[in-house]
């Protein structure tokens, strides 16, 4: 069992910067795959990051490549979203989750456990 809490959420200006954090419990961080989605108001939870469990491989959603980066460490058992030049259509809620497994996945059912959401707000 995995509990997730992020943090960093807000709001910042278009072209601002904000860094989340998720934070999760247990003895066992290093043996999940992490990531990060979003959900905007009144679409679908969409895929945004993936970090496998050394952190050797990333993969992003093409709407976050080159503005986003994805980052853990193990010993702080925290996963990190990092964003950058951030744009109105970043406006979402963004969860971490836990996949306990080795691969890297872009779908929701490919992760077992989910943190809370953290709003993040961009104004123009």
């Known amino acids: 069992q995995v509990q997730l809490v992020e943090s960093g959420g807000g709001l910042v200006q278009a072209g601002g910067s904000l860094r989340l954090s998720c934070a999760a419990s247990g003895r066992t961080f290093s043996s999940y795959v992490m990531g990060w989605f979003r959900q905007a108001p009144g679409k679908n939870r969409e895929f945004v990051a993936a970090?496998?469990?050394?952190?050797?491989?990333?993969y992003y959603a093409d709407s976050v490549k080159g503005r986003f980066t994805i980052a853990r460490d193990n010993a702080k058992n925290t996963v990190y979203l990092q964003m950058n030049s951030l744009k109105p259509e970043d406006t979402a809620v963004y969860y971490c989750?836990?996949?306990?497994?080795?691969?890297?996945?872009?779908?929701?059912?490919?992760?077992?456990?989910w943190g809370q959401g953290t709003q993040v707000t961009v104004s123009s």
């Open positions: 970090i496998n469990r050394s952190g050797g491989s990333i």
């Open positions: 989750a836990a996949g306990a497994h080795y691969y890297l996945t872009t779908t929701e059912d490919g992760y077992d456990y």
